[in-house]
């Protein structure tokens, strides 16, 4: 991949980077009642660095457990909804991962999930850490229209200066008012200690998606995160982001963090020969709080009190090389706001192949 500037910011240079990652797995079932998976992982974050070879997963999982429940132990990656609060972050060069517990049970037509974990040192969690992190997650189906309920406990123990000892509670519904159309909205609220401060913060995200064709569909969308622009009154309104896959849902460039942060965006999909696909994303970023907290991911990115962080458009194409490969590859350019200082625009390329073997 490579950023022309490498920040959005007036005289810097250009730079590019390439990552990589390997994975290898062993699965295996006894009888039904006992599962086994066991992946190794080996990843470099850059050319010529050194590879960080580790244990990505591995759990065991008791089956058939008072009928339709069972029980997982070990280390494992964890996906619900939208991944806009718990995501594996499959484009990270490391992903996520968890140590701990979890039940899974279905009753009717609910399903229900229940864990308590430590995100992975270095797959989710910073270095030296002794986060916790667990919760409550129920899913709605075989119903016209879709439910998601969650609450999730989170508990940093890292040396961050704003540790996050927080609850989340939110819920995603999801219909179809029509032929071809989609919607969904969640809605999240964070209650408990960001720092010193009570947390009293709140985020939504609502989608709606037109299919015009087999191989044609568009949409729009509208995302906010709270944020605070007085950090002495005793009271956190900024919301903190979980564990998601902000490149997923705020532009592909991954610049911002899901906080203090609205986005308007527009969407398009264009399929062709089967296995390729065309797809372009319009976002407009602004703040939330104006003169609130900074959403950049990089803290080298200054701002000012103006609200206009700026606007990206997304291009990019993926399909299926054959069998074995995949290919994603795509364009991005960001033009900066009024209020970055010394803004410039950024331009980011990139190319992503993937193995399946």
């Known amino acids: 991949e490579t950023y022309n ?37 080996g990843a470099a974050v850059d050319s010529g660095s050194e590879s960080d070879s580790s244990l990505h997963q591995g759990w065991g999982r008791l089956n058939h457990l008072g009928g339709s429940a069972s029980l997982q132990f070990g280390r494992f990656e964890m996906d619900y909804g939208n991944g806009r609060m718990v995501s594996s972050f499959d484009w990270s060069a490391t992903g996520r991962a968890w140590d701990g517990l979890r039940w899974h049970s279905k009753l009717d037509n609910l399903l229900v999930d229940a864990f308590w974990t430590r995100p992975v040192a270095g797959q989710g969690a910073p270095l030296g850490g002794r986060d916790s992190f667990g919760g409550l997650y129920a899913s709605l189906i075989d119903s016209p229209l879709g439910m998601d309920i969650y609450a999730f406990s989170r508990n940093q123990d890292s040396t961050t200066l704003n540790r996050a000892r927080d609850f989340t509670y939110g819920a995603i519904f999801s219909g179809s008012p029509g032929p071809g159309m989609s919607w969904s909205l969640e809605g999240a609220y964070q209650t408990g200690d960001h720092g010193a401060s009570e947390a009293s913060a709140h985020a939504m995200a609502f989608r ?27 009271n956190a309104k900024e919301f903190l982001p979980l564990y998601d896959s902000g490149d997923v849902w705020h532009g592909t460039m991954d610049l911002f963090s899901w906080t203090n942060l609205q986005d308007f965006v527009l969407r398009a999909r264009v399929g062709f020969d089967d296995a390729w696909a065309f797809h372009t994303e ?13 959403p950049f991911h990089d803290s080298a990115v200054v701002l000012s009190a103006d609200g206009d962080l700026g606007t990206e458009l997304d291009l990019f194409v993926t399909g299926a090389l054959n069998d074995f490969a995949h290919l994603r590859v795509g364009v991005s350019e960001f033009f900066a706001g009024d209020a970055i200082i010394n803004g410039d625009n950024q331009m980011w390329s990139f190319a992503q192949i993937e193995l399946r073997f």
């Open 5 to 41: 500037p490498i920040r959005p910011i007036d005289g810097l240079d250009s730079d590019s980077t390439s990552a990589g990652r390997a994975r290898l797995y062993f699965s295996a079932e006894v009888e039904d009642h006992l599962s086994a998976f066991l992946e190794f992982q």
């Open 282 to 294: 319009l976002h407009q970023f602004s703040l939330a709080k104006d003169g609130g907290d900074n």
């Open 208 to 234: 709606f998606d037109i299919e015009s064709g087999p191989e044609v569909s568009f949409g729009f969308g509208y995302e906010l995160a709270s944020g605070d622009n007085d950090s002495l009154d005793g």
